[in-house]
């Protein structure tokens, strides 16, 4: 279909900075939290094609809603097995993405980004600090690992809170088929898997997709400014067609210029990829879909022209477009499905779509007078720490020395006294702090890419495979096609600042 730029209606952008050319552009920075973020240099112009995952991607769900009927399935199908989860009911505040399931002791963990656990809990109840300790003290975890599960996706919340109830179930002796937490943690997965498998899930979606989809018209035109701009685009999506087919639909059509629907927009549409196996090695079999109601053609040499298809792989479609890993952009939420992989094998450049962000930085950004004052008494902290450390050492030497003077001994032995006394004050200022900054986001948990000072598991996940990250695809809108997104300067412990001197 023939369009010229003057067809498109471009929406009101939410730039916070009036500074504008003469027509009245704005050219301002968007806020923010819509902006992209970037790990690894990324120039979009080097970008020929770019791929998109749908759920939670392209359409954005409404994770309370979607994730309450995700859980009823799974309760419901608990039930009919008999365990007595009738009276629990979902509470979306007790997980948050990034944290790992410990399937031995039957724990939530969040950990660092070196992969000590910071904060667990155990059913609904955090742990201690002595309690987590004496558990994880010597334990480093890691998804590698067959002990733990990361919950990665927003998806995965459903999962995460069922598990944390029923595990009180289990203490409680109330399971008796139940053999431990990982056969807990496997049949609260099999739940939620024959919930989404046998499609009474997704039908519900499809029935009264008004209630779960949040609508979003710059996404759409986010993805026709990018094809104006020349990038070939692709969906590649777990979903089924006929689900691919309604979704895309409902939250694209609508908002697109007249007489263009959503397979207007790519070249390739891939349903039912199977990522991140996709991704890999393997060479799975790829099937055209030829009529409306989902009827395949085998493909036994690749990709024979841009059209929808089912199942594959990465390498028929660089193969198909003649483009190398390096050239395509592929942008998903699921940090192991979507971008670990896509990464790790294929090279594809990457994108992950974190949605909790947005709030998180508002959060951040209310809390950023505090922040500073809490790391003001960090700082007022360590000075004083120094300084007892140093009279303690000249302490020693004085005891040592035969002649030390005992009015200059009590002397010396009154300022330890009173550095400890104000490293005392100023503990009971930090720590209230420090608990604010540990509730960002989530009361429980806090943010999902921090822990107290440091970066969280997730976090190094994120920068070790996301080139860019941003909260929704339509961020994309604001950057422009164009736009060249540069790694910030990273900062390492021994840079000199404020905080040196
Ligand atoms: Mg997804």
């Not at 493909?299 to 594959?312: E, K, R, T």
Request: net charge neutral; hydrophobic share 45%.
């Amino acid at each position: 279909m023939a369009m010229t730029d003057s067809d498109i209606e471009l929406p009101a952008l939410p730039i916070d900075d009036p500074v504008a050319d003469g027509d009245g552009v704005p050219l301002g920075l968007p806020p923010i939290e819509r902006r992209v973020f970037c790990n690894r240099t990324l120039n979009l112009r080097k970008v020929r094609a770019i791929g998109y995952d749908m759920d939670y991607t392209l359409v954005h769900y409404n994770v309370e809603a979607w994730e309450r009927a995700a859980y009823e399935h799974m309760q419901r199908k608990l039930s009919a097995r008999g365990w007595p989860v009738d009276h629990l009911s979902f509470d979306p505040t007790v997980v948050i993405r990034g944290l790992m399931v410990d399937r031995d002791l039957g724990n939530l963990i969040k950990a660092n980004r070196f992969g000590y656990v910071k904060h667990a809990s155990h059913g609904l109840r955090r742990l201690t600090t002595s309690e987590k300790n004496k558990l994880y003290a010597r334990t480093v975890v890691s998804p590698a690992d067959d002990r733990f599960r990361l919950l990665d996706t927003l998806f995965s919340i459903s999962e995460g809170v069922m598990f944390a109830q029923t595990t009180e179930l289990l203490d409680a002796r109330l399971l008796p088929e139940v053999m431990g937490f990982a056969d807990l943690y496997d049949g609260v997965r099999r739940a939620l898997d024959r919930a989404h498998i046998e499609g009474e899930l997704k039908a519900e979606i499809m029935a009264r997709p008004e209630r779960y989809v949040e609508l979003d018209p710059a996404v759409p035109q986010t993805l026709f400014e990018q094809k104006l701009a020349g990038h070939a685009l692709l969906l590649i999506t777990n979903s089924d067609f006929a689900y691919t087919e309604f979704m895309m639909a409902y939250a694209f059509d609508r908002f697109l210029p007249d007489g263009m629907t959503w397979r207007d927009l790519f070249r390739i549409v891939i349903v039912s990829a199977r990522k991140p196996d996709f991704f890999g090695t393997d060479r799975l079999p790829i099937f055209e879909v030829v009529t409306g109601d989902g009827l395949l053609r085998r493909c036994p040499s690749g990709i024979p022209a841009d059209g929808v298809y089912l199942g594959g792989h990465a390498a028929m479609v660089e193969r198909h477009l003649g483009l190398d890993g390096s050239e395509i952009l592929f942008v998903g939420d699921h940090m192991y499905g979507d971008v670990t992989v896509s990464k790790a094998i294929r090279r594809w450049r990457t994108a992950l779509i974190l949605r909790e962000l947005e709030d998180e930085i508002l959060a951040l950004t209310r809390f950023r007078p505090t922040q500073r004052l809490l790391m003001d008494r960090v700082a007022d902290k360590e000075r004083l720490e120094h300084q007892i450390s140093r009279l303690r050492l000249d302490l020693h030497r004085d005891r040592a020395a035969a002649n030390a003077s005992p009015l200059h001994l009590a002397a010396a032995e009154a300022r330890v006294k009173a550095l400890r006394d104000a490293i005392l004050a100023l503990d009971a200022e930090i720590d209230p702090l420090a608990r604010a900054a540990e509730q960002l986001g989530n009361a429980r948990w806090g943010p999902t890419l921090r822990t107290g000072a440091d970066k969280s598991y997730l976090a190094r996940q994120l920068e070790r495979h996301a080139d860019i990250y941003t909260a929704r695809v339509s961020n994309f809108q604001l950057a422009t096609p164009f736009a060249y997104f540069r790694a910030p300067y990273g900062s390492l412990p021994h840079d000199p600042g404020p905080a040196m001197s």
